[in-house]
């Protein structure tokens, strides 16, 4: 499974909507209603779907599951990198 499929799945998981109805370009924000705690909820999901620290401050600017997407590239290119 790639990543954006990742993503699109706990995305779903943690907003309650089918997968099948989510699509890269859609808003969070359009797929269901956000708060702080819906955010950390999708945080914590990431974080364990992905084993990467995503940084509150990347989360909230990510508007789309695209976004999201390229966040966890970030996120994952950063660990590659420290890890070096």
Do not use: H, Y
């Amino acid at each position: 499974m790639n990543t954006l499929a990742r993503v699109t799945k706990v995305v779903a998981e943690i907003l309650r909507v089918p997968e099948a109805e989510l699509s890269p370009s859609m808003r969070i924000e359009d797929i269901a209603e956000t708060d702080s705690l819906t955010l950390a909820e999708l945080a914590t999901a990431l974080d364990a779907e992905f084993n990467v620290r995503v940084p509150s401050d990347g989360l909230a600017d990510a508007r789309s599951v695209a976004d999201l997407e390229a966040l966890i590239r970030r996120c994952l290119e950063e660990d590659r990198a420290g890890a070096e």
